[in-house]
């Protein structure tokens, strides 16, 4: 009996330290989403969460005010073949269209988003449901420890004696390793993620636990060189990997877009579009220039591995229309300081019904200073005001949620002294409101330019 | 008695086995494959234990259907995406039924690589791209 | 199965009966110990919500069995030990040996089932993985593995009362025999949950299997004890079980989600899952069923009679209340008056039937032991 007493209070000795609860419940991937600018369409396509896999796809289209109806081919391909399809009626109301698809594994896949004239193909990864070894032992451990349980009461009742006693020093054996699994999970760094670190493939989706020792600890990956170029009504951007010239076929979500693309015109008018992939670092995004003249054009990136980047460049477009994008006059509220400080530009909407664009309450477009053409401004900056946590929700808010507001503000410190053009951009009855507006900046130690 | 102890060995041998089996965690198989379509070719590649150093690259080309076809060549160009290091082309020699092989393909450093593959044949050149985990 | 008290011989020492305790009391400390994580598991589902296999509930739901089954197997081995090299086995640890398919083992049939029901649930753990596997950690408490886990649990409880039965001739053990119904009770008001899968039009299923249960371990508890005091203790002690955890569950799920950074859901009622669900009107349906005890051996009454009776009485109770503490807890209205009138007369005809077995039970229970008592 005294020997039960040492061994329980082993066992409850062991898990006495309490543990930090390794409470991963999102291992499972949460939503994607993806603005994409299709053609005359501005979209947001959202991947809701896929589980169980294989298993149904949801696929929400949210459009916007202004977006033509008509209907839309989603396709979920893998390893280049079509699996499963749909077609997803956009109606003109502006709002969510949903399309179910179905995954058949785990794995890297493409969403198609056809409209009939253009093609966009969104990378993602559906996760696995993958066990670490760790678990797999506190499960081994419990699952040995019941059976040799019961093959020590099976000994025990034909037979007894010493021979019962093997199996019983097996439970004993058992539990340790599983309790021990148990505790030590939780510092068990998780491998490297296929699809944010690692170039997915089946495997190593599958099983990412497999090969998590061989691998390299920094996964950034080199800058991307941009060329922008007019192809149709579409501005095309050719993004190569700076080191090896090939095409970066690699880019990832953030911010709810693989490229934030900024374009200003010559008389200062911008367009915050998200390109399109067609094919391996070929983005396009429609834009049918009003004018003449020396664009500036600015994309948001991030590569696998890690790290955003401001790729900059311009182009000269002929004019091919006369629309130009739609601004609105929200008042703003300015506390300017001097260059190097803490500028803060107060949009007031006025009421509390704002929508997140790009997972964002409100975005500030900021280039200047101008002194010549709008396309040498040195500086270009992108700030935003982002939507209060909820805690209950692991995922952001989507654009059903009509609730921020009615102030956002934004803070930037203007690195330079001049003129700046800037661009307050809201979401309201999805619609996005963009106010421009020029801001002065004083030098510092009070010399006004 | 011992004849006893000896069965209780054996089901705790066998219960041992059938946990390490059923949770047998990541065993090296030894050969590494992955596979990847282009617009007209689905490339498959295998690799007997990838190391550092020269490598033997081997491909099966098949169309979309899944047949066996040989373009007229097949170029295999290692690039390692994290280090931005580009290695220069290599030609894969047919060996028949789809199948080739770059056999001293220079894979000079562990970690991931991409193997892009271009298949040129009458109708132009289509290119998969390939992750290949290297060992040191 | 056939179980059979072999003849009993009453010799106990004072040596022996601490033993019987500590072993017990592990026994019983383990599936504690599991109840204790379950409804603090049910607890951060609700108000918290997300699942691994390694949270602290989960990992005291394995320990409990992992406690049981060890203890289980200690007693198992000990007992067998002893009758090999011939030395007397006392009676008072887990029952006498019994003849299982005809055939007499030496081993304290108690513990044999605690530690069965104890390897069963760490086994169904294999198939509960699997099916995570599959369905992902959003299944449900009704999934098949989970019922599994959770009858295996039952099991090792049920092996609990049967440990704690023989030694109903002392007073420590009477008290913990009625304590361990008590955690048996409170555990299957959770297995209850899995009868919600069962639709027959707006019957409540799940508080009929509750009336039913309930019914069949008070009545066992008044049976075992045979004389007044076995039903009120179980309901007393299940009810101090029920704010216990009132307490504990939203206390350690808040404090364990704060240990790990994990927000509250919002939605969060302040009402604890389980200890919500057991019927709050247990004492009332107690103190009404040793009256009848007292007036059916007043009369002279079969115990057949005093368990249908008592049972169809108690079921009613527990069925016909069971909305108005819902209503209580959640003030989200009463359902249909057909739904509560049907629950209501099934919950009758299934108490009726839990106070039969109540009895029947109750007696296998005493069978167990080679006690004699007083009457």
């Known amino acids: 009996m005294r020997a039960l007493l040492v061994i329980l209070c082993v066992i409850g000795f062991a898990w006495g330290g309490t543990i930090p609860a390794a409470a991963d419940g999102a291992a499972g991937g949460g939503d994607i989403q993806v603005a994409q600018t299709l053609g005359d369409r501005e979209l947001t396509v959202i991947i809701r969460r896929i589980e169980p896999v294989p298993g149904p796809v949801h696929v929400d289209v949210v459009t916007h005010v202004g977006s033509p109806a008509g209907d839309l081919g989603l396709r979920l391909n893998r390893d280049g073949g079509t699996v499963s399809g749909t077609t997803v009626r956009l109606t003109a109301k502006p709002g969510f269209h949903t399309g179910t698809l179905r995954v058949d594994g785990p794995g890297p896949w493409e969403l198609v988003v056809d409209d009939g ?221 001097a260059a190097g400080s803490p500028s803060t530009i107060t949009a007031r909407f006025g009421a509390r019904d704002l929508q997140p664009w790009l997972g964002m309450v409100g975005h500030l477009i900021v280039v200047g200073p101008v002194t010549g053409e709008v396309a040498d401004a040195p500086v270009w900056a992108h700030v935003h005001a982002m939507t209060p946590p909820t805690p209950e929700l692991p995922d952001k808010p989507d654009e059903s949620v009509a609730a921020f507001g009615p102030d956002v503000p934004f803070t930037y410190s203007f690195p330079l002294p001049g003129r700046y053009l800037v661009w307050v951009q809201a979401e309201r009855g999805y619609a996005v409101r963009t106010t421009p507006a020029v801001v002065d900046v004083p030098a510092a130690g009070g010399e006004r330019r | ?62 169309d979309k259907a899944g047949t066996p076809v040989a373009p007229d060549e097949v170029t295999v160009e290692p690039v390692m995406p994290v280090m931005g290091h580009a290695l220069a082309p290599v030609t894969a020699n047919p060996e028949g039924q789809g199948r080739f092989r770059a056999p001293t393909a220079d894979l000079p450093m562990a970690g991931p690589w991409q193997i892009t593959v271009s298949l040129r044949d009458a109708s132009g050149v289509d290119q998969v791209v390939l992750p290949l985990l290297v060992k040191g | 199965m056939d179980l059979t008290a072999s003849r009993a011989s009453v010799a106990a020492t004072t040596r022996t009966v601490p033993r019987g305790v500590t072993a017990a009391s592990f026994v019983l400390g383990g599936t504690v110990l599991s109840l204790t994580g379950l409804t603090w598991d049910i607890q951060w589902h609700s108000d918290v919500g997300p699942d691994t296999f390694f949270t602290l509930p989960h990992l005291l739901l394995y320990s409990g069995s ?162 007044p005091g076995g039903a009120l203790g179980v309901a007393v002690a299940v009810a101090v079980l029920q704010g216990v955890y009132w307490w504990f569950s939203p206390w350690a799920t808040r404090v364990y989600a704060d240990s790990t950074g994990l927000p509250l859901r919002d939605y969060v009622v302040g009402v604890p899952g389980l200890p919500a669900l057991m019927p709050m009107c247990l004492l009332l349906v107690a103190v009404v069923i040793e009256g009848l005890l007292v007036l059916g051996r007043r009369d002279g009454r079969s115990l057949k009679v005093f368990g249908l009776v008592a049972g169809a009485i108690g079921g009613l109770l527990v069925a016909a209340l069971a909305p108005v503490q819902n209503n209580l807890l959640y003030g989200n209205g009463f359902p249909q008056v057909s739904g509560i009138v049907g629950t209501a007369v099934a919950g009758l005809v299934f108490g009726a039937a839990g106070g039969l077995l109540g009895v029947r039970f109750g007696g296998m229970l005493r069978h167990l032991a080679p006690v004699r008592e007083g009457r």
């Open chain 1, 117 to 337: 004239q253009r093609v966009a193909t969104i990378p993602f990864v559906v996760p696995a449901r993958v066990m670490s070894p760790p678990q797999n032992a506190a499960y081994g451990g419990f699952v040995a420890a019941g059976v040799l349980m019961l093959v020590t009461i099976a000994v025990a009742l034909r037979r007894g004696g010493a021979a019962s006693f093997v199996p019983a020093a097996g439970v004993v054996a058992a539990l340790a390793v599983a309790v021990t699994a148990a505790l030590l999970s939780s510092s068990v760094p998780p491998p490297p993620a296929p699809g944010s670190d690692l170039d997915p493939s089946v495997d190593n989706v599958t099983d990412p636990y497999a090969n998590a020792q061989a691998s390299t600890v920094d996964y950034s990956r080199p800058p991307v060189n941009l060329v922008a170029t007019a192809v149709d009504d579409d501005l095309r951007l050719a993004l190569t990997d700076g080191s090896t010239g090939r095409p970066v076929d690699d880019l990832l979500v953030h911010d709810s877009a693989f490229a934030h693309l900024g374009v200003v015109s010559p008389s200062g008018k911008l367009w915050h579009l998200h390109p399109v992939r067609v094919g391996p670092g070929d983005f396009r995004a429609k834009l049918v220039a009003p004018e003449p003249g020396r664009y500036a054009v600015a994309a948001e990136i991030s590569r696998r591995g890690g790290g955003r980047q401001l790729l900059r460049t311009t182009v000269t477009l002929a004019a091919g229309g006369t629309a130009a994008p739609a601004t609105e006059d929200v008042p703003l509220d300015r506390k300017i300081a």
């Open chain 2, 1 to 62: 008695m011992n004849r006893r102890a000896i069965v209780a060995g054996a089901a705790l041998a066998v219960v041992v086995a059938l946990v390490a089996l059923v949770f047998r965690g990541t065993a090296d198989s030894g050969t590494t494959s992955a596979s990847a379509s282009g617009s007209r070719y689905t490339v498959r590649l295998s690799v007997d234990d990838p190391r550092t150093g020269p490598n033997s690259l081997g491909f099966e080309v098949t």
């Open chain 3, 66 to 227: 992992a406690f049981s089954g060890i203890a289980s197997l200690v007693v198992v081995l000990l007992t067998t030990a002893a009758q090999r090299a011939g030395r007397p086995v006392d009676p008072t640890v887990g029952g006498r040996a019994v003849a299982v398919f005809g055939r007499t083992f030496a081993a304290p049939v108690g513990y044999l089932i605690s530690g069965i029901g104890a390897a069963s649930f760490l086994i169904y753990g294999l198939w509960d993985q699997w099916w995570h596997g599959l369905y992902g950690f959003d299944a449900v408490i009704a999934s098949p593995p989970h019922i599994g886990l959770l009858l295996s649990i039952t099991i090792t409880m049920v092996g609990a009362v049967m440990v704690f039965a023989v030694v109903r001739s002392r007073t420590w053990g009477a008290a913990w025999a009625l304590i361990s119904l008590a955690v048996l009770l409170t555990f299957s008001t959770v297995t209850a949950i899995g009868l919600s899968q069962i639709d027959v039009g707006n019957l409540n299923t799940v508080t009929i299997g509750l009336s039913f249960l309930c019914v069949l371990i008070v009545v066992m508890g008044a049976r075992l004890l045979d004389r």
